[in-house]
C-alpha cells in the first residue's frame, strides 16, 4: 500500500489528506454542534438537521446573488452578513417547528424521528420547488480563491483554512453559550432534571423551543459554511444526517468534546483512507470501524457519568 | 376465549376478510400489470408486519429493515442471476457463464460467495439464514449491552448505509447501482409471462399468511405478553427473572427473517433487486407503513403497506411534486394524530358501532346473522 511512494511523498500526502480531512471535520463539527445540543441536550432526534443546513446553504446562496446584483462592490464582504441571515432564518423556522410539531412528543423520542424525517421529506420538497432540482453554488469572493503553499508539494486552499477558522469560532462560542452564560446554565438546568427547573422558576417551555431554535440556527450556519466548499441541492442534506448521527453517538450525546473529539477521529480516518482506496470502500470501513466501536462501547467516547 | 389459541372470533373473522381480499377480489378485478403490482406492495407487507411484532409489541424502532429485506433479496436474485447466465446465454461474453455485470468489471471467475447460489436449497436455507444471523449479531451485541431506543435506531440506520454503500461500491460482485437485473427462470420455469406472475401472486399471498400465522402465534403466546411487559417497563421484567436481551433479541430476528422472506419474494415477483431498497430512506418508508397500519394491529400493517403504496403509485403518477408533501405529512399526521394507525381508528370508531349494531339486530326475533362484520370489516 505504501510501497510506490518515497517517505517524503508520504509526507506530503498525509499532510493534504489530513488538510482534506479537517474541512470534511469543520462540517462534521458545525453540523454536530447543533444536533449536539438538539440530540443530546434535549433528545429529540432531529432527521430534518439536514435541511436546516440546507435552508443555510440557500440563504447564503440567494445573499451572494443579491450582493452581486446590487452590490457588486461590497461582494468580498457578503458572507458575514449571510451567515447572520442563515443563523436566523434556520433558527427562525427550527422554532416554528418545535412550537408546531417537537413539543407535543417530547415524551416519545423515537416518535420524533419519525416526525422530523417527515418533516425533511416536505422540506426537501419545498427546496425543490422553489430553487429547482439542479444544485446551485456561490460564487466565491476573490480574497477566498487559490492556495497557500506551505512547501514545495504542500498546498492549503484559502477557502478551506477559512472555513476551519470559521469553526473554531463557533465551537467557542457554542461552549462559552452553553457552559458559561445563565442561559445555557438554564438549558442544563431543564435537561437534567425538567420539573426541578420548572420549580425554581425557569421557564421551561421557553428554554426548549430556544434549544431547538439555537441548535437549527447553529445547522443554518453549517450550511453557510457549507457553501464555501462544495455545492447544494434539495437532497444534500441528507447525505450528512447519518455521518452527523453516527458522529454525535461515537463522541457520547452528551459531551461537547466528545463531538469534537469523535468529528476529528471519523473525518480524518475517512479522508485519510480515501487516499489509498476507493471513496465508497474508506466509507464503509470508517462507519464499520465506528459501529464496531460503539458496539464495545455504546456510551460512546466520552460519556458523562449520570445516575439514571 | 382461551388463551393459547392463535387468535379470536374478531381476529378469524379479520383475516377470513383480508384472505378474500387477497385471494378471490383483487385476482378477479385487476389486471395482471396491476396485480403485479400488488404483489410488489405485499413484499413490503412482510417488512411491516416484521416491524409489528419487533416495534408495536417489542418497542424496539429497527430503521435498517432494508438491509434484511435486501439480504433476502439479494439471495434470491443471485440464484436466479446464476441461472440466467448459463453458458449458452453469455456466449458473447469475454467470459462464458459468469453473470454479465461481472463481466463488465473485467471479472474473469465466479467469485467463491456466490458458486453455492447454484442450489436451490441452499438459496432459501440462505434467505432465512443470512438475515438471521446477521440480526442475531447486531442484535446480541446491541441487546447485550442495553442499548436500546434511539440510540439502536441510529445504529440501523448506520447499518442500512454501510450496506447501501457497499453494494454500489463493489459492482462487479453486486451489479452497483443498477443491481441483479434480467432475472428469467426459477428452476427451468419462466417467471416473466402473466401466468407466471400469477402463481407467483398467490405463491406470495400463502407465504404471507404464514407470517401471518406466525405473528398471530407469537402475540397470544407467553412470549407476545413478555414483549409488550417489557416495552411498557423493561427492569420490572428484568428484575422478575426474564432475560430481556433475548426476548428482545427474539423479536429483532423474527422481523429480520420476514423481512427477508419479503425481499426475496420482491426478487421473484419484480425480476431484479438494487440498492435502493436497502437503505435510508426505504427503510424509514417501510416503517411508515406499519405506523399508518397501525403498530400494534398485525392485519392493519397489511392494510397500512397497500394504502401507503397505493397512494404513492396514483399520486406520483399524477402528481409526482405532491408526492413528497403527502408523505411527510403522512409521517407528521400518524406521529400526532393517529399513533395506532388506521387499526386505532378502527377500534374507536367503527367497531364498538358495528357491535352495537349487532347486539340490537340481534335483539330483534328475525335473526339476522354475522354476516354484516364481514362486509363491514377494513376492506380498502
Redesign the interface.
Known amino acids: 500500500m505504501f510501497g510506490d511512494y518515497s517517505l517524503g511523498d508520504l509526507g506530503s500526502i498525509f499532510v493534504m489528506q489530513g488538510f482534506a480531512g479537517l474541512i470534511l471535520f469543520s462540517v462534521y463539527v458545525l453540523m454536530a454542534l447543533g444536533l449536539a445540543i438538539i440530540?443530546g441536550q434535549m433528545?429529540v432526534?432531529n432527521m430534518a438537521h439536514g435541511e436546516f443546513m440546507i435552508l443555510g446553504a440557500y440563504v447564503t446562496w440567494m445573499t451572494s446573488n443579491l450582493f452581486q446584483t446590487y452590490m457588486p462592490s461590497l461582494f468580498g464582504g457578503y458572507f458575514f452578513l449571510a451567515m447572520i441571515l442563515a443563523f436566523l432564518a434556520s433558527g427562525a423556522l427550527g422554532m416554528l417547528v418545535e412550537w408546531v410539531?417537537i413539543r407535543?412528543?417530547y415524551k416519545?423520542?423515537?416518535?420524533t424521528?419519525?416526525?422530523t424525517?417527515?418533516?425533511?421529506?416536505?422540506l426537501?420538497?419545498a427546496y425543490?420547488?422553489v430553487f429547482g432540482a439542479r444544485e446551485v453554488g456561490v460564487e466565491l469572493p476573490q480574497w477566498m480563491l487559490g492556495s497557500l503553499h506551505v512547501t514545495d508539494s504542500i498546498e492549503v486552499p484559502i477557502n478551506g483554512v477559512f472555513v476551519m477558522c470559521l469553526t473554531v469560532l463557533i465551537t467557542i462560542s457554542v461552549a462559552y453559550v452553553m457552559y458559561k452564560s445563565r442561559w445555557g446554565r438554564q438549558v442544563r438546568a431543564v435537561v437534567q432534571n425538567r420539573i426541578m427547573a420548572g420549580a425554581v422558576g425557569i421557564n421551561t417551555e421557553k428554554v426548549d423551543r430556544y434549544t431547538y431554535g439555537l441548535g437549527c440556527g447553529i445547522a443554518g450556519v453549517a450550511g453557510s459554511a457549507f457553501t464555501m466548499i462544495g455545492s447544494t441541492g434539495p437532497t444534500s442534506g441528507?447525505l450528512y444526517i447519518?455521518d452527523t448521527?453516527?458522529v454525535v453517538?461515537f463522541g457520547g450525546a452528551a459531551s461537547l468534546l466528545g463531538t469534537i473529539a469523535s468529528a476529528f477521529s471519523i473525518s480524518q480516518t475517512q479522508s485519510t483512507l480515501e487516499f489509498f482506496m476507493?471513496g465508497?470502500?474508506a466509507?464503509?470501513l470508517t462507519?464499520?470501524a465506528?459501529?464496531g466501536i460503539?458496539?464495545l462501547r455504546?456510551q460512546g467516547l466520552f460519556a458523562l457519568k449520570v445516575r439514571k | 376465549m382461551t388463551d393459547n389459541r392463535f387468535f379470536n372470533r374478531s381476529e378469524l373473522i379479520g383475516i377470513l376478510v383480508l384472505a378474500v381480499f387477497l385471494v378471490v377480489v383483487l385476482p378477479l378485478t385487476l389486471d395482471v400489470f396491476r396485480l403485479n403490482l400488488v404483489a410488489k406492495y405485499l413484499t413490503y407487507a412482510f417488512v411491516a408486519l416484521g416491524l409489528v411484532i419487533c416495534w408495536g409489541y417489542g418497542g424496539i424502532?429497527s430503521?435498517g429493515q432494508g438491509v434484511f429485506f435486501g439480504l433476502g433479496g439479494y439471495c434470491m436474485a443471485m440464484f436466479l442471476k446464476l441461472e440466467a447466465s448459463s453458458v449458452e446465454n453469455t456466449k458473447i461474453q469475454s467470459t462464458p457463464g459468469i453473470p454479465d455485470f461481472m463481466d463488465w468489471n473485467q471479472i474473469t471467475a465466479l467469485p467463491f460467495f456466490w458458486k453455492p447460489f447454484n442450489s436451490l436449497t441452499f438459496t432459501i436455507a440462505a434467505i432465512i439464514l443470512v438475515p438471521g444471523i446477521f440480526a442475531l449479531i447486531i442484535g446480541t451485541?446491541?441487546f447485550k449491552?442495553?442499548?436500546g431506543?434511539?440510540?439502536f435506531?441510529?445504529?440501523t440506520?448506520?447499518?442500512a448505509?454501510?450496506l447501501t454503500?457497499?453494494i454500489?461500491?463493489q459492482q462487479g460482485y453486486t451489479g452497483g447501482i443498477n443491481g441483479m437485473t434480467d432475472l428469467r427462470t426459477l428452476k427451468g420455469w419462466d417467471i416473466r409471462p402473466d401466468h407466471a406472475k400469477i402463481v407467483l401472486y398467490f405463491f406470495e399471498v400463502g407465504c404471507l399468511f404464514v407470517c401471518i400465522m406466525i405473528a398471530q402465534f407469537v402475540r397470544h403466546s407467553k412470549l407476545g405478553r413478555i414483549l409488550v411487559a417489557m416495552r411498557e417497563k423493561e427492569d420490572r421484567v428484568r428484575f422478575s427473572g426474564y432475560s430481556v436481551a433475548n426476548f428482545k433479541i427474539f423479536a429483532f430476528c423474527i422481523a429480520a427473517v420476514f423481512a427477508a422472506i419479503g425481499g426475496a419474494m420482491f426478487a421473484l415477483n419484480v425480476g431484479f433487486m438494487s440498492p435502493s431498497f436497502v437503505g435510508?430512506?426505504p427503510s424509514?418508508e417501510m416503517?411508515?407503513y406499519t405506523?399508518v397500519g397501525g403498530r400494534l394491529s398485525i392485519l392493519g400493517a397489511i392494510y397500512g403497506t397497500l394504502l401507503v403504496n397505493f397512494a404513492k403509485t396514483s399520486l406520483s403518477e399524477t402528481f409526482p411534486?405532491l408526492w413528497?408533501?403527502g408523505?411527510?405529512?403522512?409521517?407528521?399526521a400518524?406521529?400526532?394524530a393517529f399513533?395506532n394507525g388506521l387499526a386505532g381508528i378502527w377500534g374507536d370508531y367503527v367497531q364498538p358501532r358495528i357491535d352495537r349494531l349487532i347486539a340490537s339486530r340481534k335483539s330483534k326475533p328475525d335473526g339476522w346473522t354475522d354476516s354484516s362484520v364481514a362486509d363491514g370489516a377494513p376492506a380498502e
Do not use: N
Request: charged letters at 10%.
Open positions: 440530540f433528545g432526534i410539531l407535543h412528543l416519545r423520542p423515537l416518535d424521528l419519525l416526525a424525517w417527515g418533516l425533511s421529506l416536505m426537501q420538497q425543490r420547488s441528507q447519518v448521527f453516527l453517538v476507493s465508497s470502500m466509507k464503509v462507519l464499520l465506528v459501529v460503539l458496539m455504546p | 424502532l430503521l451485541a446491541m449491552r442495553r442499548v431506543g434511539t440510540y435506531a441510529i445504529i440506520q448506520a447499518v448505509a454501510i454503500i457497499l454500489v461500491g435510508i430512506v424509514i416503517v411508515i405506523a411534486e413528497l408533501f408523505l411527510g405529512g403522512l409521517f407528521i400518524v406521529v400526532l399513533p
